[in-house]
Structure formats: structure tokens, C-alpha cells
């Protein structure tokens, strides 16, 4: 099993851009795909962003498409999530998600919370109108 721990949430004004970065442990994070996901408060986890195990195809949920980048660097284990040009809606908790045994059917389409095995534990990020 991947240990997954999230960095870079914090509190920024709309506009504004931060990056999120998530420490994978075990020497199967770089044969996995990973994930970040975010579950703003009273409603349920949701697929954000999804990268292959080598990092050649992502995937992304239509409200963050050409605002949000995500990324990987295998040697490192670390996975990112630039976000620019942030909204008040994107106000959550922020989730890195790893080892998911199908995710080559369920990322064109955005994938479940059960589709990935590995989870870090989260990190707010916040932003003011």
C-alpha cells in the first residue's frame, strides 16, 4: 500500500493561485496512477484531477479544466496540483488518492472515491470572494 501525505493548502483570495503537493512512500507509487480529489463541506468526496502511473495522460473534471494542472514526478514520488485562477468554489478539502485498479475505465468519466486504495489525509484549501 502507497503512505500518502498532502502539503500547500491554505487560505487565498480568489484569483489566486496555489500548489498542492502530495509524498507518496512505497515502491509501487511510480507504477500507480494517482488522483486528487476534494470534498467541500456537506458534500460528498468528488474527482478532481487523474494521471497515469508514467504521467502521459491526465484527466480532469469539467469545473477546474484549463484553471488546475496535475502532475507527477516519479523519481521524487510526489504528485502536484497547480491551481490558478481560483474560485470561492473551490473551497474543500483537498485529497491525494493513489493505486487504483481501474482507472483506465473510470478516469474519461471521473472517478469514484472506491476506485483508489490509498489515501492521504487531506488538506484545506480556502478561498475568499
Known amino acids: 500500500q502507497v503512505h500518502l501525505v498532502e502539503s500547500g493548502g491554505g487560505l487565498v483570495q480568489a484569483g489566486a493561485s496555489l500548489r498542492l503537493s502530495c509524498t507518496a512512500s512505497?515502491?509501487?507509487?511510480?507504477?500507480?496512477?494517482a488522483a486528487w480529489f476534494r470534498q467541500a463541506l456537506g458534500k460528498e468526496r468528488e474527482f478532481v484531477a487523474g494521471?497515469?502511473?508514467?504521467?502521459?495522460?491526465?484527466y480532469y473534471t469539467d469545473s477546474v479544466k484549463g484553471r488546475f494542472i496535475i502532475s507527477r514526478d516519479n523519481a521524487k514520488n510526489m504528485v502536484y496540483l497547480q491551481m490558478n485562477s481560483l474560485k470561492p468554489e473551490d473551497t474543500a478539502v483537498y485529497y491525494c488518492?493513489?493505486?487504483?485498479?481501474?482507472?483506465?475505465?473510470?478516469?474519461?468519466?471521473?472517478?469514484?472515491?472506491?476506485?483508489?486504495?490509498?489515501w492521504g489525509q487531506g488538506t484545506q484549501v480556502t478561498v475568499s470572494s
Open positions: 488518492a493513489a493505486d487504483s485498479p481501474s482507472f483506465d475505465y473510470c478516469s474519461g468519466a471521473g472517478c469514484a472515491q472506491a476506485d483508489f486504495n490509498s
Open positions: 512505497g515502491r509501487t507509487f511510480r507504477t500507480v496512477p
Open positions: 494521471i497515469s502511473w508514467g504521467g502521459v495522460s491526465t
